[in-house]
């Protein structure tokens, strides 16, 4: 028999969940999204927990449908590497365990793969979970 495809769109838990966070002013911002691990939000207020998990969930979709997917081939290229074991890191970040995580090599990773500054990237980020957030509504 056919296996069902997962949609990464169709996820009806996660948009409501960005719909109450963006309600509720729990959005945060980009460049804190990429500072924050699952470990992050171990206890923490549930609603905090869902809004995090919502907020990624839209920067996966918007990373591969976001401005007519602009964005899909510098995540796959970023996906490619690093199963590979030759993800870019920053010269200045480099250094230490590759596989310790360190928030500090994230953002400047994904401007890299990208090709995007993070404050101008942020803008459409913000415009594309407005407009996730309200096709649930």
């Known amino acids: 028999g056919q296996l ?3 949609d990464l ?7 409501r969940a960005l719909q109450r966070a963006r309600q509720r002013g729990l959005l945060l911002p980009l460049q804190q999204i990429l500072r924050l691990h699952a470990g992050n939000m171990v206890g923490r207020p ?3 927990v869902q809004a995090f998990y919502a907020q990624n969930w839209a920067f ?10 602009r964005y899909r081939v510098g995540l796959e290229r970023l996906f490619a590497d690093t199963a590979a074991g030759r993800a870019w890191l920053p010269p200045h970040l480099a250094r230490g365990n590759p596989r310790a995580w360190n928030p500090d090599v ?3 990773t994904m401007e890299h793969y990208l090709g ?5 990237f942020d803008a459409g980020f913000r415009d594309f979970v407005k407009q996730l957030a309200e096709e649930g509504s």
């Open 60 to 69: 996966a979709l918007y990373l591969l449908q976001g401005e007519g997917g």
């Open 116 to 120: 995007a500054s993070l404050p101008g």
């Open 9 to 15: 769109a169709n996820n009806p838990s996660r948009r």
């Open 46 to 48: 549930a609603q905090n």
């Open 4 to 6: 069902p495809r997962w």
């Open 106 to 108: 994230v953002a400047p």
